[in-house]
């Protein structure tokens, strides 16, 4: 199935990004990338049932292209395929709640904890990595978004 949407991945554990056009997907990405991520996938994310995980890919056409606004569209970048573990909803900053109820993301039958950020803030990309530490079980947290993850 084809999601609208962008993937990032660390240590093969796959991030999926999902927004309204101009939420900041592909900047964020980019950001990431910047921090020793890999892509996966940009505007569109090929998504597949592998017994109880999802498979984020890149569909053919977009494998390796992204999107960075002001400069245009690259390709040939390194990418590849990741098991997603969680799903960010990019929402504006006054839609971010401070103490957030435990959220998922339902896709392919599969649950994925989901948590909404602001992708500006300048502190989303060290906020996705401590999320995806608890999503993979090498941090705890006492309450919040992830805390029943």
Do not use: N
Not at 24 to 36: E, N, P, W
Not at 47 to 70: F, K, T, Y
Request: aromatic share 4%; charged share 15%; hydrophobic share 50%.
């Amino acid at each position: 199935m084809l999601q609208h949407g962008s993937c990032a991945a660390s240590g093969g554990a796959g991030v999926l990004f999902l927004g309204v056009p101009g939420s900041g997907k592909s900047d964020l990405l980019l950001r990431l990338m910047q921090r020793g991520w890999q892509l996966v996938a940009d505007d569109q994310v090929a998504l597949s049932a592998q017994g109880e995980a999802v498979l984020a890919e890149a569909p053919a056409e977009l494998a390796g292209m992204l999107e960075v606004r002001g400069i245009g569209i690259f390709q040939s970048l390194p990418h590849g395929p990741a098991e997603l573990r969680l799903a960010v909803l990019l929402v504006g900053r006054e839609d971010v709640p401070r103490l957030p109820e435990p959220r998922v993301f339902t896709v392919l039958g599969r649950d994925l904890p989901l948590l909404a950020l602001h992708a500006f803030e300048c502190s989303a990309p060290a906020k996705i990595e401590l999320a995806l530490g608890v999503a993979e079980a090498r941090y705890a947290l006492h309450a919040g978004a992830l805390s029943a993850a």
